[in-house]
């Protein structure tokens, strides 16, 4: 083959290798998002565990539902600004969770609730009564990154734009669990209008992992392709 021919090879065969390495480096995280989906259902899917007994191990509590008894303390609630529902702007009232048997507080997610502002609501409002018992899954606060910006919102009292456990830790008389419990829906029990929507369990997926991978290979394969009729039509050129 001649000196074009060759760089056509080469850069085809370079191409498509990188393709190739793409392609299976998706595949590589498909498979680690399936090994996660799993592990969270096992988690979801297992019997509520009482709080009490979740123990230390907080890596591997995420989605795992629990049981809670305890007694809300609304002074130090909180909104959780710009969560919306149906395309309705909105906040979640996270409120803390004194349970029975435990000394330390617990952060519970209760649910959405509409603000036109998707900051602003009244909390007295959705007050549910103040001991309760009801299943939740637990969940745990973002990585705490280097960031100097205050988490509470301007817009709103008590209305926060983020989740930071440090700055959490100081609006509050006692300590809190490193993890929040978000509240599940009641089983066969409708919707309430007096008490925040209940969240469910995220939906879980794939991901687009595959359909990535796909179009990397057809990217490799057209790589070599297009090199191969480069070379026949130069070769072919040469022969006329």
């Known amino acids: 083959m001649r000196g074009r021919q060759w760089l056509a090879l080469t850069i085809g065969l370079v191409a498509a290798f990188v393709c190739v ?3 299976l480096w998706q595949l590589d995280r498909r498979s680690e998002r399936q ?3 799993d592990s ?3 988690n979801a899917e297992a019997a509520p565990t009482p709080l009490p007994q979740l123990g230390l191990l907080v890596d591997s509590l995420r989605f795992r539902r629990v049981v809670m008894h305890g007694r809300w303390d609304y002074h130090h609630e909180i909104a959780l600004t710009g969560r919306s529902r149906n ?11 004194v349970p029975n048997g435990i000394d330390h507080a617990v952060l519970v997610n209760r649910g959405w609730v509409y603000a036109p502002d998707a900051a602003s609501i ?3 409002r959705w007050r549910e009564g103040d001991n309760v018992t ?12 280097a960031d100097p910006r205050d988490p509470r919102s301007t817009r709103s009292p008590r209305a926060w734009h983020r989740l930071d456990t440090a700055a959490l830790a100081r609006t509050l008389p006692y300590v809190i669990e490193p993890y929040y419990v978000v509240a599940l829906p009641d089983s066969g029990v409708p919707p309430a209008s007096d008490r925040p929507a209940r969240l469910d ?3 879980l997926g794939s991901g687009p992992h595959l359909s990535y991978a796909i179009q990397w290979f057809s990217f490799g394969t057209i790589a070599l392709v297009g090199a ?3 070379i026949w039509r130069d070769r072919k050129r040469l022969h006329l």
Do not use: K, M, W
């Open 122 to 124: 009244d909390f007295d």
């Open 201 to 203: 369990l995220p939906q």
């Open 228 to 230: 191969a009729i480069l």
């Open 87 to 97: 395309g309705s702007p909105g906040v979640h009232i996270l409120t803390p969770l």
């Open 21 to 23: 390495r793409l392609g």
């Open 40 to 42: 969270v259902r096992a």
């Open 134 to 145: 009801f299943v939740g899954y637990v969940q745990l606060f973002p990585d705490q990154e």
């Open 35 to 37: 090994a996660h989906n």
